[in-house]
Nanobody, 127 residues
Framework: QVQLIESGGGLVQAGGSLRLSCAAS????????MGWFRQAPGKEREFVAA????????YYADSVKGRFTISTDNAKNTLYLQMNSLEPEDTANYYC????????????????????WGQGTQVTVSS
């Protein structure tokens, strides 16, 4: 069982930046697909970004390409999401997710592919 704990959310003005963190309890994350999803009130959960740990493979939603960057820190077992040029439309609860399924069998864009989820961290962008 992998535990995921997100942090770093908050209130920021449009155009600002935030960095979200997701600390994982699992020591060996190599080959895991880890992703960020978000859900705004009244909307479905949507994919934001994903990475295959220790592989040079990242995925981004079109709406965040060029603004958000996903990265990992092996020493800290932590996943990050650097969010720049934030827009009010980015306001949502952001969730970290992980799966140990082989990457070639995993659709990183699909939330149903993930087995472990964090509790979420709220990001609010004011206009």
């Amino acid at each position: 069982q992998v535990q995921l704990i997100e942090s770093g959310g908050g209130l920021v003005q449009a155009g600002g930046s935030l960095r979200l963190s997701c600390a994982a309890s699992e020591r060996t994350l190599s080959g895991y697909t880890m992703g960020w999803f978000r859900q705004a009130p009244g909307k479905e959960r949507e994919f934001v970004a994903a990475v295959v740990w220790n592989f040079d493979r990242t995925y981004y939603a079109d709406s965040v390409k060029g603004r958000f960057t996903i990265s990992t820190d092996n020493a800290k077992n932590t996943l990050y999401l650097q969010m720049n040029s934030l827009e009010p439309e980015d306001t949502a609860n952001y969730y970290c997710a992980a799966t140990a399924r082989p990457p070639y069998l995993t659709n990183a864009y699909n939330s149903n592919e993930y087995d472990y989820w964090g509790q979420g961290t709220q990001v609010t962008v004011s206009s």
